[in-house]
Nanobody, 129 residues
């Protein structure tokens, strides 16, 4: 069972990137999934999550309106469209899956990394001025 994050890179401030998270070993189509990031010298920060049904999405205030989380069940893949990137978005981005989230789980639940059972290895996003 594996989550593989990719698609990070170097981008100028104001630019866009679209990291993806490919799952293998089992289907994650019924899991809640999320993105977290960790900047140098800082703790892991919640960025975005999508519910088990895919009907609800949740975002941190720091990325709301700029980032969009989505999933493609047929490809067992999740994406994070990142627009209007800022210097402070520089971090390693991790994807994660939670097969146990209840259908009414909200932002406070999904923002807790302890609820996620599966983690990808991270992809580095560097935003330059």
């Amino acid at each position: 069972v594996q989550l593989q994050a990719s698609g990070g890179g170097l981008v100028q401030a104001g630019g866009s990137l679209r990291p993806s998270c490919a799952a293998s070993g089992r289907s994650f189509s019924r899991d809640a999934m999320g993105w977290f990031r960790q900047a140098p010298g800082k703790g892991r920060e919640f960025i975005a999550a999508v519910s088990r049904t895919g009907r609800s999405t949740f975002y941190s205030d720091s990325v709301k309106g700029r980032f969009t989380i989505s999933r493609e069940a047929a490809k067992n893949t999740m994406y994070l469209q990142m627009n209007s990137l800022k210097l402070e978005d520089t971090a390693v981005y991790f994807c994660a899956a939670d097969p146990n989230a209840i259908l009414t789980a909200g932002l406070s639940y999904f923002s807790n990394p302890e609820h996620y059972d599966y983690w990808g290895q991270g992809t580095l996003v560097t935003v330059s001025s």
